[in-house]
């Protein structure tokens, strides 16, 4: 990109240009557990994940290459980053700690881990955008084991190609409590545990 795009390029993402796009896609996920397991059940404990994005199902419509030079090596599909994002934790999950991966190689990505239970984010690549999964960071999450919970994406928006500014599809959760198991169920569980452990001594036990 020449000298005079970065510019346009930069005052576009600040401007954040409303206008109509295509139907915004779900595409935030934690890994080792995502994208094929969604939302990632959180075991009790505290476990860290990375927060992964995947704009390549982002298609701009009606795409033109801008003044400057197109963000994508001339292509459509991706984004320059995604912004406003508000991850909000409830019930027994908190998020305890936030790693940013640096992807913009001009230092505008951006968070606030307000609380246990609030992240702000802003990430993507301005210059270059993004048009294939990439890590955001590293969230560290903690179930307290005390009952359901989760971790959801209220809110936020991205900028494609073309400089449109759909709102992200919201919300989408990405991370739940592991069930913990009722009480009746582990009484349960304990007697057929001990029968079993009677049955197999007394199985044992020789014929005098």
Request: with cysteine.
């Amino acid at each position: 990109m020449s000298k005079r795009g970065l510019p346009l390029v930069t005052a576009a993402f600040a401007l954040w240009i409303e206008s109509a796009s295509a139907v915004p896609l779900p595409f935030f996920y934690l890994v080792p557990t995502g994208p094929g397991t969604v939302p990632t059940v959180v075991p009790v404990g505290t476990t860290t994940y990375q927060l992964w994005v995947d704009p390549s199902g982002i298609n701009s419509p009606g795409c033109t290459t801008n003044p400057g030079g197109a963000p994508i090596n001339g292509a459509c599909v991706g984004i320059i980053g995604v912004t406003d994002l508000e991850f909000l934790a409830h019930g027994a999950l908190t998020m305890t700690a936030f790693t940013l991966m640096q992807v913009d190689p001009t230092g505008f990505d951006i968070f606030n881990l307000a609380s246990p239970t609030e992240l702000r984010l802003f990430t993507g690549d301005v210059i270059n955008g993004n048009a294939t999964p990439f890590e955001a960071g590293t969230l560290t999450i903690a179930n307290s084991g005390s009952g359901p919970g989760d971790i959801t994406l209220w809110s936020g928006d991205y900028l494609d190609t073309n400089f449109n500014n759909p709102s992200i599809t919201a919300p989408q959760t990405i991370a739940m409590a592991a069930p913990v198991p009722e009480p009746g169920t582990m009484l349960l569980l304990g007697a057929g545990l001990g029968g079993f452990a009677v049955a197999l001594r007394v199985r044992r036990t020789p014929v005098i």
